[in-house]
């Protein structure tokens, strides 16, 4: 069983600080990590591997840092790791990211044949969840976006049952191999890699593609050039335009704290005291 | 990639000669088993204002199994400002699959070209925009939390938090039609409904063999309604966060909520953290709300919080920390421990509520 992991090296979201005055990301500092989501992705196909057997081969688009994203995922048993790299994919969209990640996959399966892709249900700097979607139409595979739980595969008749979240309930869904997955956060625990995982991964000599390598010629098909979307502006939100009212009275009790303000809310906000008294009834 | 990395758009860029004669505005109305997700609504009252300033059509788009209420959910869209509708019901329609789905949005596309197509950031509307994008190779904003028209160019300025919400981005999509957008639920306002609306419903039949379709459905669980958390559409919600030191300090939160019948929710970390579940988590990576009141008990305030409550109309803040970012958007602050004040609020408003009972 062969299944391919794609992930995204992404900065610390929860670190990233806007200058003040700038308005720019202050990058200083701020972790790049893989992305949290594409971890519970990396695991389920490790749980797989640990069930079938067969090869875990992680994928990821980026500048040449991501290799260091890449070692992480070995060092947790993943077999093998490709960075797909080129500087004409800079400021590509979604689109273009599922475009060339698709081009990749399709080098991949040149050597060998793939199950099963996955991806985490969207990353925590763009926030999209685009890229899976895009991939699995561009191969024209099944796609099965938020999955909570592999039920089952069954490899000799090709078919894999798995449960995906949906909006008001849970749907158990029956398709084929090969098939693209997003799995939902929450639904394993990334495993601690071992000791010679550890050593290989350090070691580890990673494949590097480039455009040309997975077939792309044209470097207007990628980047800012190939992409539909363009950003015309980038900006801070705007500050509310007056601060808290801060009910800070002079060591006073917190029963005091808490009847002050009620009686300042209710008297600026008859509304709200009268939605509030609805559930005296 | 993401989007810090792109430049912003220098040249004018002309669109693609294809796409000219595409027109009207697209609101695709999520619905399962007949039930309309109000976010569809709310896509719609967004959809008239980009309508109006285009001077075109506002259209829904109903796709449902042929036993549902296809023709019922069309009226209903006609309230909320719909002028037309398309209605596509079939058999293999019934439950949302991605592959029938984004055949029938797509071939629909293809056949009336709109310029503007909106769905919802669902699981159901992302699952489907992302696959609808591809197949037609057209742009596609998620998350947008601003729409504007530029009315010479027709572009839609689709505004959109990057980086976790630090920051916000306008994107365009200059050449390609239709230009897709995903807005999360409670983002937008609900427009009010006007029943005495009227509108055209346009049925178009859908060709597609369940035996071609290759994704069954072999069950669905519904969720228990009564134990499922809906924080987009609480009125009131309890939120707490790291300030709260411990997991146990929780139910201090809970029974504030309690006595207010309130949602309980809680910032990126007290989830991560496994202190309440998943689907009580407020932000950029959690759930947008509009409550009428949110109380936030040790949350520091950072923003990717921020970005998914910053539209509750009173935000009342507890914390320790005179200087959190909090402070900085709420309304009302409290500085002072969670861990005491939480208490004496649930008993404030026991008491409030206990009066208001006694003067009926």
Known sequence: ?281 | MNEQARKPARKKVELDPRFVSYRHVWVFIESERGEVHPVSWELLGEGRKLADALNVDLCGVVIAGPGERGKGICAEAFGYGADKCYLLQDPVLADYRNEPYTKALTDLVNTYQPEILMLGASTLGRDLAGSVATTLKTGLVADCTELLIDTESRNLAATRPTFGGSLLCTILTQRHRPQMATVRPRVMAMPDADPSRRGEIVEVPFAMLETSIITKVLEYIPDDSRDKPNLPFADIIVAGGRGLKKPENFALVWDLARVLGAEVGGSRPVVQAGWIELDRQVGQSGKTVRPKLYIAAGISGAIQHRVGMDGADVIVAINSDPKAPIFDFAHYGIVGNAMTVLPALTEAFKAHLAQARKAG
Not at chain 1, 21 to 46: C, H, K, S
Not at chain 1, 112 to 133: E, N, R, S, Y
């Open chain 1, 1 to 281: 069983m062969h299944s391919v992991v794609c992930i995204k090296q992404v900065p610390d979201s929860a670190q990233i600080r806007v200058h003040p005055v700038t308005n720019t990301i202050m990058r200083q500092g701020v972790p790049a990590i893989i992305n949290p989501y594409d971890l519970f992705a990396l695991e389920e196909a490790l749980r797989l591997k640990d069930r079938f057997g067969g090869t875990v081969t992680v994928v990821t688009m980026g500048p040449p840092m991501a290799e260091a994203a890449l070692r992480k995922c070995l060092s947790y048993g993943a077999d093998d790791a490709i960075l797909v790299s080129d500087r004409s994919f800079a400021g590509s969209d979604t689109l273009v990211t599922s475009y060339a990640l698709t081009a990749t996959l399709r080098k991949i399966m040149e050597s060998m044949p793939v199950d099963l892709i996955f991806t985490g249900k969207q990353t925590i700097d763009g926030d999209t969840a685009q890229v899976g979607p895009g991939i699995a139409k561009r191969l024209d595979y099944q796609l099965l976006t938020y999955v909570s739980k592999i039920v089952d595969v069954d490899l000799e008749h090709r078919e894999i049952r798995v449960e995906r979240r949906a909006e008001g309930g849970v749907q158990l869904l029956k398709t084929t191999l090969p098939c693209l997955i997003t799995m939902l956060e929450g639904t394993n625990e990334m495993r601690f890699g071992d000791l010679d995982d550890l050593f290989r991964a350090a070691r580890y000599e990673l494949k590097v593609w480039d455009r040309t390598v997975i077939g792309i010629e044209d470097p207007e098909t990628v980047g800012v050039k190939g992409s539909p979307t363009v950003v015309s502006k980038v900006f801070a939100p705007r500050p509310r335009s007056q601060r808290a009212e801060i009910i800070d009275l002079q060591d006073d009790s917190p029963k005091n704290l808490a009847s002050t303000l009620l009686a300042r809310m209710f008297t600026q906000h008859p509304k709200l005291e009268r939605e509030i008294a609805k559930r005296a009834r």
